[in-house]
């Protein structure tokens, strides 16, 4: 499995992005996606998450009631929107895939694959 992650870019305080992934490879299978970010000089840390049906979400506390994490698995496409963006926001932000399950996944040990990376600036 292969993730693409793309859509970063410049913003300032306030503003929106949305992050696209595309998923390519053996999509015949269901994956759990999640998305997770790095800031400089820290540690990776979990964003949002949902299972493979799609019917269950999570997020991590600085993100809840900003950001929201979908997908459309006929394109195998993941998006995470982000609004209301603030400067602790900044980082590259990660698309990562495990194989489906019912549960939610929120830690980066659990996930198998990796997307590159896309970095979002989030200016004041």
């Known amino acids: 499995v292969q993730l693409q992650a793309c859509g970063g870019g410049l913003v300032q305080t306030g503003g929106s992005l949305r992050l696209s992934c595309t998923v390519s490879g053996r999509t015949s299978s269901r994956y759990n996606m999640g998305w997770f970010r790095q800031a400089p000089g820290k540690e990776r840390e979990f964003v949002a998450a949902?299972?493979?049906?799609?019917?269950?979400?999570y997020y991590a506390d600085l993100v809840k009631g900003r950001f929201t994490i979908s997908g459309d698995f006929a394109k195998n496409m993941v998006y995470l929107q982000m609004n209301n963006l603030k400067s602790e926001d900044t980082a590259v932000y990660y698309c990562?895939?495990?194989?489906?399950?019912?549960?939610?996944?929120?830690?980066?040990?659990?996930?198998?694959?990796w997307g590159q990376g896309t970095l979002v600036t989030v200016s004041s």
């Open positions: 949902f299972t493979w049906s799609g019917n269950s979400t």
């Open positions: 990562a895939a495990r194989r489906g399950s019912l549960a939610l996944y929120e830690t980066v040990d659990e996930y198998t694959y």
